[in-house]
C-alpha cells in the first residue's frame, strides 16, 4: 500500500518545484527530501521532476497531476481539521476574492466594513479577474470569485445569483448628449470607449446596433470599467457600463438609459464545492450576498 504522506510532499515539490524549498516548507532536510523524491520516481514509475539549468522543472505527467494531487491533499486536510464551532470574532484567516474591475471599488469598502466589525481578524485579498478559467477556484488559490457564469465556467462550480444588472450610457456632466432626447443615431454618431480584457473590437453594444443598421465610432479600448469612467469623466468619450457593478463610481456624472434593447446581466459569486461546509467560507459568502443583493 502506497504511504499517503508522498502525497503530500509530491504536492509540495510540485508547488515549490524545488527541492530545498520543499525540505524547508516540510522542515526535512535536503537529503531527506531528495530521498523522498527518489522514492515518488520509483512508486510513480516517472522522473517527475528533471533538472534544466539551475532549476527543477515537471515532466508530462507531474503536470497532468498537479490539480489532482493538490486537490486531494486539500480534502484530507479538511477531514482531518477538527469541526468546531465557528467563533467569528476570534478568526484568523485571509480570503482571497477574484472580482472584475469595478467590482472592488463599488462593494469592496461595505464588505471590508461588514468583516473588520464582525471579524477583526480576517484579511480580504482581491485580485483581478482577467478570464473565467475555473482552475483558480480548484486549486485553492482563490476562496471565492465573482462574475457572470459562462460557458468557460466549469460545471462543479456552485454559484449562487447576487444581483442581475443592465448597461447605461454615461458622460461627464456638460455633455453634448445630456441635451434633447437620446436615440440610437445619437448614441452611435458619439465617440466611445470599449471595455474589452481580451483587447476585442466589438461588444455587446455593437451586436444591439448592428441589428438596428447603425455602427459606432470606438476611440479607445480599456481593460476595465474604472478606467473607462476615468475616461469618460475627462473628455467627450462615451462609457457604457453596468449599473450595478460601478455604482457610486458614477458620482459627479451623468448617466443614461441605451436607447435599444440588450440582454440583462447576471452576477454570480462561484465557489469550489469543497468549500460548501466550511464554516467561515459559508459565513464569508453570506457576508456578500447580503452587501451585494441590497
Known amino acids: 500500500m502506497a504511504d ?38 520509483e512508486t510513480m514509475g516517472d522522473p517527475l521532476l528533471v533538472r534544466a539549468g539551475r532549476g527543477l522543472v515537471p515532466t508530462p505527467r507531474a503536470l497532468a497531476l498537479r490539480e489532482r494531487v493538490s486537490a486531494l491533499v486539500q480534502d484530507a486536510e479538511a477531514v482531518l481539521r477538527p469541526d468546531e464551532a465557528l467563533d467569528i470574532t476570534h478568526l484568523v484567516r485571509t480570503f482571497t476574492l477574484r472580482t472584475s474591475d469595478g467590482f472592488v ?23 483581478q479577474k ?18 457572470v457564469i459562462g460557458e468557460s465556467t466549469s460545471p462543479e462550480v456552485r454559484t449562487r445569483l447576487l444581483f442581475r444588472d443592465r448597461f447605461i450610457g454615461v458622460v461627464r456632466k456638460g455633455h453634448s448628449l445630456n441635451k434633447g432626447a437620446m436615440t440610437a443615431e445619437r448614441y452611435a454618431a458619439a465617440h466611445h470607449i470599449l471595455v474589452s ?92 450576498w447580503e452587501i451585494c443583493s441590497r
Open 130 to 147: 482577467l478570464n473565467k478559467d475555473s482552475t483558480l477556484l480548484r486549486d485553492g488559490s482563490v476562496d471565492l470569485e465573482t462574475g
Open 197 to 288: 480584457r481580451r483587447g476585442h473590437d466589438k461588444g455587446v453594444m455593437d451586436e444591439a446596433l448592428n441589428l438596428l443598421g447603425l455602427k459606432r465610432h470606438i476611440s479607445t479600448i480599456v481593460g476595465g470599467f474604472c478606467a473607462a469612467l476615468a475616461l469618460a469623466r475627462a473628455s467627450d468619450l462615451v462609457a457604457t457600463v453596468p449599473e450595478r457593478h460601478v455604482g457610486n463610481l458614477c458620482d459627479g456624472m451623468q448617466c443614461f438609459d441605451l436607447p435599444f434593447t440588450t440582454a440583462p446581466i447576471s452576477v454570480s459569486m462561484l465557489w469550489h464545492p469543497r468549500m460548501d461546509a466550511d464554516p467561515a467560507h459559508r459565513w464569508l459568502r453570506g457576508c456578500l
Open 4 to 41: 499517503l504522506n508522498l502525497l503530500i510532499t509530491l504536492n509540495v515539490l510540485l508547488e515549490e518545484g524545488s527541492v530545498a524549498r520543499a525540505a524547508q516548507r516540510l522542515h526535512l532536510s535536503p537529503s531527506a527530501m531528495s530521498r523522498a523524491l527518489a522514492r515518488l520516481r
Open 105 to 127: 471599488e463599488n462593494f469592496g469598502p461595505s464588505l471590508i466594513a461588514r468583516i473588520n466589525d464582525k471579524a477583526p481578524g480576517v484579511r480580504l485579498n482581491f485580485v
